[in-house]
T-cell receptor, first 112, second 117 residues
């Protein structure tokens, strides 16, 4: 069953604005990951945050994790048209030999 | 870094034919690989877990006789869609986990787009 739920399902912003996407999950996790997918293409791993971490940064990306609320957020600052893509959170419940459970995704459109 | 490849990247076939998709870990061994399916504008859904040397484990609702999985070696898993029908048209993605020290990472293949006419 699908574990992650993304919010919003679709987001349209102007270039330069910040984009915030939220994800909720249902069970305990070992880590939570965010991926990007351009239309019709494969997944690009963006960032991984472990269950004992609360915040992580990578370039223009900022991820937070609240295990008490079973939620995570992905913030993209100073968005660019090239950021237009679908973004998925994926929860990992255990070791690398367990599959990721993906959220429904957020379709982000950044308008130049 | 670790790379997972898939072949073919795109396939178009007639209804009723079988299609084989390969997933290879190129520079590491993977005793486990995962197969996902993604319909248009939807998320990835886990289909099955491929285990080297043993039977695959299928998720609920996935027909094991229709989606045959063979994990014949530590670097290759194949997914065969038997008697494909238009509703099987989808994007199929595999992943392979790799542990390096304390770091556990899933590496995803680029996906295979299947169109059944």
């Amino acid at each position: 069953s699908q574990q992650g739920e993304e919010d919003p399902q679709a987001l349209s912003i102007q270039e330069g604005e910040n984009a915030t996407m939220n994800c909720s999950y249902k069970t305990s996790i070992n880590n939570l990951q965010w991926y990007r997918q351009n239309s019709g293409r494969g997944l690009v791993h963006l960032i991984l945050i472990r269950s004992n971490e609360r915040e992580k940064h990578s370039g223009r990306l900022r991820v937070t994790l609240d295990t008490s609320k079973k939620s995570s957020s992905l913030l993209i600052t100073a968005s660019r048209a090239a950021d237009t893509a679908s973004y998925f959170c994926a929860a990992s419940g255990g070791s690398g030999n367990t599959p990721l459970v993906f959220g429904k995704g957020t379709r982000l459109s950044v308008i130049a | 870094g670790a790379v997972v490849s898939q072949h073919p990247s795109r396939v178009i076939c007639k209804s009723g034919t079988s299609v084989k998709i390969e997933c290879r870990s190129l520079d590491f061994q993977a005793t486990t690989m995962f197969w996902y399916r993604q319909f248009p504008k939807q998320s990835l859904m886990l289909m099955a877990t491929s285990n080297e040397g043993s039977k695959a484990t299928y998720e609920q609702g996935v027909e094991k006789d229709k989606f045959l999985i063979n994990h014949a070696s530590l670097t290759l898993s194949t997914l065969t869609v038997t008697s494909a029908h238009p509703e099987d048209s989808s994007f199929y993605i595999c992943s392979a986990p790799r542990t390096s020290g304390y770091q556990e990472t899933q590496y995803f293949g680029p996906g295979t787009r299947l169109l059944v006419l």
